[in-house]
C-alpha cells in the first residue's frame, strides 16, 4: 500500500495524495458527517445492537484545523468545534471517495 504524501485543503475538499500518484478528494461535510469513531457511529452494547447517535454538528464543525497521519495507515482529522477523536483509515477514505 502507498504511502500519503501530502494533505491539502482546497476550498471545501480534503486532497490527498499518495506516494504512487493516486489522489483522492472529499468534501469536508462529508468526512465530519462520516466521522468513524463510537461517539458518531456508535458502538455495540452487550448484545451486539449499534445505537447510532443524533449528531449535532454546528457551523464550526466542518472546518478543518488541521490532520496528522497516524501510522502507515490513517489520518487523524481535528474540526475547529474540538472534535478529533475519528482515525480515518486510507481504505475507508478511499470507499467514501467513490460515494455518489
Same mark, same amino acid.
Given at each position: ?9 482546497? #476550498?471545501?475538499?480534503? !486532497?490527498?495524495?499518495?506516494? $504512487? @500518484?493516486?489522489?483522492?478528494?472529499? =468534501?469536508? $461535510?462529508? /468526512? ?5 469513531? !463510537?461517539?458518531?457511529? @456508535?458502538?455495540?452494547?452487550?448484545? @451486539? ?5 443524533? =449528531? =449535532?454538528? #454546528?457551523?464550526? #464543525?466542518?472546518?478543518? =484545523? ?5 501510522? #502507515? &495507515? !490513517? ?5 475547529? $468545534? @474540538? ?7 486510507? $481504505? &475507508? ?5 467513490? /460515494?455518489?
Amino acid at each position: 500500500m502507498s504511502r500519503l504524501q501530502n494533505v491539502l485543503v482546497i #476550498g471545501n475538499e480534503l !486532497a490527498l495524495a499518495f506516494e $504512487d @500518484g493516486e489522489e483522492l478528494y472529499l =468534501q469536508l $461535510d462529508l /468526512l465530519r458527517r462520516a466521522c468513524p469513531c !463510537a461517539a458518531c457511529q @456508535g458502538e455495540p452494547d452487550a448484545l @451486539g445492537r449499534v445505537l447510532r447517535p443524533v =449528531q =449535532q454538528i #454546528g457551523p464550526r #464543525g466542518f472546518e478543518l =484545523q488541521k490532520s496528522e497521519v497516524v501510522g #502507515g &495507515y !490513517a489520518i487523524q482529522l481535528f474540526w475547529a $468545534d @474540538g472534535h478529533s477523536t475519528g482515525l480515518y483509515t486510507f $481504505d &475507508y477514505l478511499r470507499r467514501l471517495a467513490i /460515494l455518489p
